[in-house]
């Protein structure tokens, strides 16, 4: 037990004097690993900014269901009870005819012609029912409902979701969720790419090293003691390039806000990106560490496993 | 202690000659051995057969008590642990001062650090490095460097030492206080195969000599000299 908390002191020493030691190499290896972990990290903001665009877009989107001047005040409040308990449904909110035209004259109120010939005659607004849905994917459940004989009796129109605006919306739909994929898509390839491009920074390290692996091995070290120390140096690469990942991100958000006073970079929303960074600080952080010291870990385990190998021939 | 039997090597590249052919050498314990043979006569794959970097294409060899054919690779390190080698070539770890290089011959069999602090200035006081501790292979000139691989052979003090070409960097004082460091540990009980270019030592040390030539032990005299 002893000796082995011994050799797992060397291993860890080693490790830390060969990092200082190797510094030039260490420098060259950790530029290209910052770069790369910087790359995914903006990919991921990049991708949860979009997300929250969409998101904001489609909750723009509700059903207006429009109610017919005789239905009761019972029937109304049945049929609300009744929306409300569909699974797809977020929100649900009523205005009556009062309340209607004033949504209307609030909205065209730079429309006077529109406006004095609304007052010419009696509301001729009906009572609405707003229905915002969870996933505007799964919209068909709710309007079964609506074309359901005995609810579709107490309406004075077809329901919002129809028509020229079903069309509209369906494209935003399917456009919103073809973006989400590309955004999913393109954090999982720029990880992809990021795991490639470390693992061979982290081979050409090791391969520049062999013969010391070569001496070692000759020398009767076994193999945990020759390939521990390589692997805590490529977790300090790791982890350090992390940190710098997500300074060098910290920092470009403060130049943007401060150099450009811009909130928005064409589609990005600069202002949500550096909210999103500051609330999800700590995560963002953390799956940067373990992507570099994971990445680090197992690439330089991978790349000394070849010069470890015994002759057999 | 040291025991071949019709080893042959033959290296896929060569053109169907072999570096080693049927070499069969007994090398008894305590015993000190000088091996001489031109260049590319085979001393150096024999020496390479016997730390295992390369494996016979026939024969065998058993070393130690261990036989090489029986020797699982995970063991390996085990068989090196014991064999103290001084390389040719050296074989420092650069970017370990001499302290360093002599004390990871002792950290990767779990010495503690106290021993590795009494035992490591004591070598290289016998092998006339004190005061180099410090400095880095690249600072050191080549006998210096050949001193310290001495140094980091003998530190485990080994049952057996093969030493190859120790000598060859060295002017004929340093030369000469190499050898003798050889003898004194020979004396203390470790087996020595020497091999070596230099006359003079071989001349002059009286020991059992082998002569390899075209991979042939061509003739193996005790109390020999070099054309004896």
């Known amino acids: 037990m002893k000796r082995r908390l011994i050799t797992f002191w060397r291993i860890i020493h080693a490790g830390i004097v060969n990092f200082i030691r190797n510094v030039t190499l260490a420098v060259a290896a950790m530029a290209v690993m910052v770069v ?13 900014t979009f997300i929250n665009t969409i998101a904001s877009i489609t909750n723009k989107i509700d059903i207006s269901v429009f109610l017919k001047d005789t ?23 009523y205005f009556d005819k009062a309340a209607a035209l004033r949504q209307y004259v609030l909205q065209n109120k730079g429309n006077q012609q529109l406006l004095a010939a609304i007052n010419e005659t009696s509301n001729p607004l009906p009572a609405t029912i707003l229905i915002k849905p969870i996933d505007l994917n799964k919209i068909q459940d709710i309007k079964n409902f609506l074309g359901n004989p005995d609810v579709a009796s107490l309406q004075s129109d077809q329901p919002s979701y129809s028509g020229d605006r079903k069309a509209a919306i369906d494209k935003i739909t399917h456009a919103t969720d073809v973006l989400r994929q590309i955004g999913v898509i393109t954090v999982v390839v720029f990880t992809f790419i990021c795991a490639l491009i470390i693992f061979n920074t982290i081979q050409m390290a090791i391969f520049n090293r062999r013969e010391e692996i070569n001496i070692m091995r000759l020398l009767g070290a076994s193999t945990t003691y020759i390939r ?7 977790v300090i690469y790791g982890l350090l390039s992390a940190v710098f990942s997500v300074l060098i991100i910290n920092s470009a958000f403060l130049a943007s806000s401060n150099a450009l006073q811009a909130s928005s970079l064409g589609l990005l929303d600069i202002n949500y990106a550096n909210q999103y960074f500051d609330a999800h600080f700590w995560q963002l952080l953390t799956i940067q560490l373990v992507l570099g010291i994971v990445l680090g870990a197992v690439s330089s385990t991978i790349a000394t ?3 470890l190998k015994f002759k057999t021939k | 202690m040291i025991l071949l039997d019709r080893v042959t090597k033959k290296y896929p590249r060569s053109g169907g000659g072999s570096a080693l052919d049927r ?21 150096t794959t024999l020496l390479r057969l016997l730390t295992r970097e390369e494996r016979p294409s026939t024969g065998k060899i058993i070393v130690g008590g261990i036989d090489y054919d029986k020797l699982k ?21 650069p970017n370990k001062t001499v302290f360093e290089n002599v004390a990871f011959a002792l950290e990767i069999v779990g010495v503690s ?8 200035p004591k070598v290289l006081e016998i092998v006339n490095l004190k005061g180099k501790e410090n400095s880095y292979p690249r600072m050191l000139s080549g006998g210096e460097r050949q001193r310290v691989a001495i140094a980091r052979a003998i530190v485990r003090q080994p049952r057996i030492l093969i030493a190859d070409e120790p000598t060859g960097n060295l002017d004929p ?13 020979n004396r203390y009980g470790t087996t020595v195969l020497l091999t070596t270019h230099n006359q003079d030592i071989v001349n002059k040390l009286k020991r059992r000599v082998v002569t390899i030539k075209n991979g042939k032990v061509v003739s193996d005299r005790a109390n020999a000299g070099y054309k004896s």
Do not use: C, M
Request: hydrophobic share 45%; charged share 25%; net charge positive.
């Open chain 1, 36 to 48: 790369t972990l910087t790359i995914v990290l903006f990919s991921i903001i990049t991708n949860a």
């Open chain 1, 71 to 93: 239905d009761t005040t019972a029937q109304t409040q049945q049929l609300i009870t009744r929306i409300k308990k569909l699974p797809n449904v977020k929100a649900v909110s």
């Open chain 1, 228 to 234: 521990g120390p390589f692997i805590v140096e490529s």
């Open chain 1, 305 to 307: 496993r070849r010069y």
């Open chain 2, 23 to 43: 070499i069969s050498l007994h090398v008894d314990p305590k015993e000190f051995v000088i091996v001489i043979g031109q260049s590319g006569a085979g001393k």
């Open chain 2, 73 to 93: 690779d995970k063991n390996i390190p085990l068989l090196r642990r014991k064999i103290g080698v001084v390389f040719q070539d050296f074989k420092l770890l």
């Open chain 2, 113 to 120: 650090s106290r021993e590795i602090k009494h035992t490591v």
């Open chain 2, 173 to 185: 004082k340093h030369a000469w206080d190499v050898i003798k460091v050889l003898e004194k540990i």
